[in-house]
């Protein structure tokens, strides 16, 4: 891809984007001052086609505020109220557990402070919404709320946290970050805790295994400087726990607030620049949410493609953006989202809270496995009549059960499971001694591991049956098998970890810290039976129509030829978020053989047998 | 023909065809297709600036016997709410128009045949002599025709009649989609594309300026669309008489149409004909984007996909309130709606010409 820009500044920062380069303040400034929001819509777009593919995200959410009752006075919300006034008002559990209906997916719980709740009272909004709808995911409390427990309660933020996480807490909103300077806080809102506080309970919260949000508040009185000063401490505290799950920008809704005209709303342009911006500025957080209550469904429908892959989700009530005269209507229904959705071209995925995918409302979609051994196939792919949605290998074996995925490149034991429903396509990812990317971390050695607890990663479904091949095979061994979560995990009750893809191409360089045993599965296996190892087979459903078979298989067959022998060049792309040289991802990759031969069908017959034949199957 | 051969094509300036145009369309990434039409934007008008005129668009009457489906301002003449409004009066209403700044007066009625081909032309006449700061931007081909069915007038003895009483731009409304599939459907007696196209010709020849619109997001396809825009263009070929190329969506409150389409044409498909308009006008000087009828961010948005203009403020405004749309505006909100989007207010005239600049952009 390339841009056309008169703006030869803006240029210099798309060439560092194209290399995967890290934006610093100054590249920053370059992007929100050029006059062209084409351009860079364009680098944004680009970016966020890498992470999501074509993939826009929504949720069937409830937002609950139990009490618009606050001990804060912050200068920009028209929603909080003292008690004892008209305005003010107090949910009671009933009244919570009323609004919310059985196919909801997240309740998004914050509210106001108010200054006689007991501790146990939110505790048992978290107890009783997570015990009436165990399918819906809690998402509760901003760090705003957090800090007010942990000085009211006088409980540390860690206690609270791991109590509301026994209580069902399962995520948290990134509301109250606002803008994280001294002199913005002071202005507006100077009760709320800072910027150091904000990010310490979201860390503390992504090291107990609970994702989280972050946001930004704009287009009050900060500058464009505090704004990236803003993104770039977020950006700081994701390398730390890599927690946060997306960034949402919130444009400034003036209402009564008195801080700027009533109907002054922040300008189109600026919503998409800040969009496109956080986007490029925030590499390393996975999703950007164009929410569209505070940006009106119109400009949320266009920043779709400005770099924003999420576009929240029906909402229910939004009773805080409605009082500061947000201009969106209070309920959307999940048909107009998915309606938006597709008018700006993309695939609308129905997600839960940690953004798995649920529901995929689209024709001709591929699967993407978001790994690097999968990039040949897709860094040069022309997507045609095609729409392209990563996942995780075990979500596309999900997908494709339930007929919302035509093609893609399926794990093994998803391939073995559907075999009557689709038809192999000539591709696959074979090992050719070793891998690299499927490793065992290990405090024993092999036969010191039967009776013990492995983690295994979320993501798999065929490495895993790989390892208990190998350990009841190979070295007659039994051990117990435990998902981990994805995102932050404890790994400090297993004796051995399993992890794959990127992050085991990390780990395998850098190690895991305690784990001093590194088994390359792959190599397992080709000492054990002198084969490759076919991880995953390119496959398409039988149903497609051969026409759009024969444009994929021509469209895998150039990507691949067009990527085969400039492996540096993907290298040098993907080096800084997977931490190896452009040299070891170029020797990384050449270690894979992409087409699908007689040894790679002798060796998914040889692994078929063994699943089949042993334990490994039940 | 494939993408990249048509973005070359574009980038080398040369002339795209229908087919392009329909890959562009359905093929493109919404950005890539922003992208190649600001290039000819600037190639056209290199500056960083976004036109407006301070205008208002009153109604002379709603009586009208076109029954145009997608319609929800005429009436039937004895219907309740019909009205007709005097020449006396109008004069009075761009008076205290004139007042307030305007400069052009866009002025179009339903078609009622009881009004007398003289009325129209006093209504011209008298607006010269006694509003002289107005431009009189007057009458939509369909009027036009039916003017000449009431006096009996051929269409270019209207429109010489019309000329010689002072009238010097038409507007470009009543287009629709020209397509005669599409019309008929929507309202039999509102005449066939080349009836409009007709009326534009002979108004070229007379040496009238006038613009050329577009209404869709109802009953076309693509396909339409841009046998739409390829008729302009080849009317704009013999001529150039059209000075800006004025797409909106259709807005169904209140029309029959509402029942089939409920809902607006989305803002991607909004910006996609600002987008495609430009590149494949590449005859006119100018695209208008609208604050208007596709609400003030939107508008925004779309002078930064190939829009060079922001139409006109329309302090009154009486066609879309009927269907239930309406969206009201400053002068002062339009110079910081077009310069909050990195752009140079420019005040023009209903001819382009530049009237007054405001401050200069200071990016967001």
């Known amino acids: 891809m390339n841009i056309i820009t008169r703006d030869s500044l803006l240029y210099r920062v798309w060439q560092k984007v194209q290399q995967g380069e890290r934006l610093s303040l100054e590249d920053g400034l370059v992007l929100f001052n050029t006059n062209d929001l084409i351009a860079l819509g364009k680098m944004a777009h680009y970016v966020q086609q890498q992470k999501s593919g074509d993939a826009v995200y929504f949720v069937l959410n ?32 009933g009244e919570i557990l009323s609004k919310i209906t059985p196919e909801i997916r997240e309740v998004h719980i914050t509210g106001g402070m108010p200054p006689d709740w007991e501790w146990e009272r939110y505790i048992d909004i978290v107890k009783s919404v997570h015990q009436k709808f165990p399918d819906a995911d809690v998402k509760a409390y901003t760090a705003v709320e957090i800090d ?10 860690e206690e609270i946290l791991r109590q509301l996480q026994a209580a069902g807490l399962r995520t948290m909103p990134g509301g109250g970050a606002e803008i994280f300077t001294e002199r913005v806080r002071k202005l507006l809102f100077p009760q709320k805790i800072v910027a150091k506080g904000y990010l310490e309970v979201h860390k503390t919260a992504h090291r107990l ?15 464009i400087e505090e704004r990236l000063i803003h993104m770039i401490k977020l950006r700081e505290a994701q390398d730390e726990t890599g927690g946060f799950l997306s960034f949402i920008p919130l444009a400034f809704q003036p209402g009564d607030t008195g801080i700027k005209p009533k109907n002054q709303f922040t300008s189109a342009v600026d919503d998409l620049k800040t969009i496109a911006v956080s986007r490029l500025m925030l590499d390393n957080v996975p999703h950007i949410k164009a929410y569209w209550v505070m940006l009106t469904e119109e400009v949320a429908s266009v920043a779709l493609n400005f770099g924003a892959d999420d576009i929240d989700g029906t909402v229910g009530q939004e009773r805080i953006a409605h009082d500061a005269g947000a201009i969106s209507p209070m309920e959307l229904a999940k048909e107009k989202l998915i309606k938006i959705i597709q008018e700006a071209g993309k695939i609308p995925v129905e997600r839960d809270a940690f953004y798995n995918p649920l529901n995929v409302y689209s024709e001709n979609v591929i699967g993407k496995i978001p790994y690097l051994n999968s990039v040949p196939f897709y860094h040069h792919f022309e997507k045609g009549s095609f729409k392209i949605l990563p996942v995780v290998p075990r979500h596309m074996g999900i997908l494709s059960v339930q007929k919302q995925l035509d093609a893609g490149l399926f794990s093994l034991m998803d391939y073995f499971e559907q075999e009557e429903s689709l038809e192999l396509i000539d591709w696959c990812i074979a090992t050719r001694d070793q891998v690299k990317s499927v490793m065992l971390f290990s405090k024993d050695g092999w036969a010191d591991l039967h009776g013990k607890k492995i983690g295994i990663t979320d993501d798999t479904a065929t490495s895993v049956k790989l390892l208990k091949v ?21 790994y400090s009750a297993y004796q051995a970890i399993l992890l794959i893809g990127d992050e085991a191409l990390k780990r395998n360089k850098f190690g895991l810290d305690g784990y001093e045993l590194i088994f390359d599965l792959a190599l397992e296996w080709y000492n054990w039976k002198k084969l490759p190892f076919v991880f995953a087979v390119w496959a398409a459903r039988k149903t497609l129509p051969d026409n759009l078979k024969n444009e994929l298989k021509q469209d895998i067959k150039k990507s691949l030829e067009a990527s085969q022998g400039h492996f540096t060049e993907i290298g040098k792309i993907h080096d800084s978020r997977i931490g190896l040289s452009p040299e070891e991802i170029e020797s990384y990759l050449e270690g894979f053989n992409y087409h699908l031969g007689e040894r790679e069908k002798e060796a998914i017959r040889e692994f078929r047998s063994l699943v089949h034949h042993t334990h490994a199957n039940r | 023909m494939h993408l990249k051969d048509i973005r070359d094509k574009i980038q080398q ?63 039937h003449a004895g219907e309740s709410g019909e009205y007709t409004y005097t020449v006396d009066q109008m004069i009075q209403n761009f008076k205290r128009a004139a007042a307030n700044g305007v400069t052009t007066v866009l002025l179009q009625g339903g078609v009622n045949p009881a009004i007398p081909f003289e009325y129209y032309i006093e209504m011209i006449e008298r607006t010269k002599k006694e509003v002289p700061e107005i431009h009189p931007h007057f009458y939509s081909t369909t009027e036009i025709i039916g003017m000449s069915e009431v006096s009996g007038l051929s269409i270019p003895d209207v429109l010489k009649k019309l000329w010689d009483a002072g009238l010097r731009t038409i507007p470009g409304g009543g287009a629709e989609v020209l397509s005669d599939r599409v019309r008929k459907k929507m309202g039999h007696k509102k005449g066939t594309s080349e009836d409009w196209l007709n009326v534009m010709r002979e108004a070229h020849k007379i040496g009238f300026k006038t613009t050329a619109t577009m209404m869709y997001g109802h009953l076309e396809n693509d396909e339409e669309i841009i046998e739409h825009l390829d008729r302009i263009r080849s009317l704009q070929d013999e001529y150039h008489g059209f000075t800006a190329f004025i797409p909106w969506s259709f807005k169904p409150g209140n029309t029959p149409l509402e029942k089939i389409i409920p809902h ?28 208007f009828s596709e609400g003030k961010k939107i508008g925004q948005v779309a002078l930064h996909f190939g829009a060079d203009d922001f139409g006109g403020t329309l302090f009154e405004e009486n066609v879309h309130a009927e269907a239930n749309f309406v969206n009201k505006t400053t002068v002062e909100e339009v110079i910081q709606l077009i310069h909050d989007s990195g752009f140079t207010p420019v005040q023009r005239t209903t001819l382009y010409e530049r009237i007054k600049q405001y401050k200069t952009s200071s990016k967001i």
């Open chain 1, 209 to 223: 295994g609970i994702p989280t949000n972050c946001t930004m508040l704009y287009g009050h009185i900060e500058t």
């Open chain 1, 148 to 157: 007010f427990f942990h000085k009211k309660f006088k409980l540390p933020i």
């Open chain 2, 264 to 291: 607006f044409a989305s803002p991607i498909r909004y910006l996609q004909m600002i987008a495609l308009a430009r590149i494949y006008l590449d005859n006119f000087d100018h695209i208008q984007a609208s604050w």
């Open chain 1, 470 to 490: 190998i350990l009841e095979n190979k070295y007659n061994v039994r051990a117990n098998f435990e998902r981990l979560h994805r995102g932050v995990n404890d």
């Open chain 1, 62 to 93: 409830q937002k609950i505020e139990h009490t618009n009752i606050c001990v804060l006075s912050c200068k920009f919300c028209d929603f909080a109220a003292k008690k004892g006034t008209d305005k003010a008002y107090e949910m009671t559990t």
């Open chain 2, 13 to 75: 300036g040369r002339r795209i065809t229908p087919e392009d145009a329909l890959v562009l369309l359905q093929k493109s990434e919404l950005l890539d297709l922003g992208e190649l039409a600001n290039e000819v934007r600037y190639r056209k008008n290199p500056k960083q600036d976004i036109t407006f005129v301070i205008d208002t668009n009153p109604n002379y009457t709603n009586i009208c016997n076109v029954d145009c489906v997608f319609c929800a301002f005429y009436r």
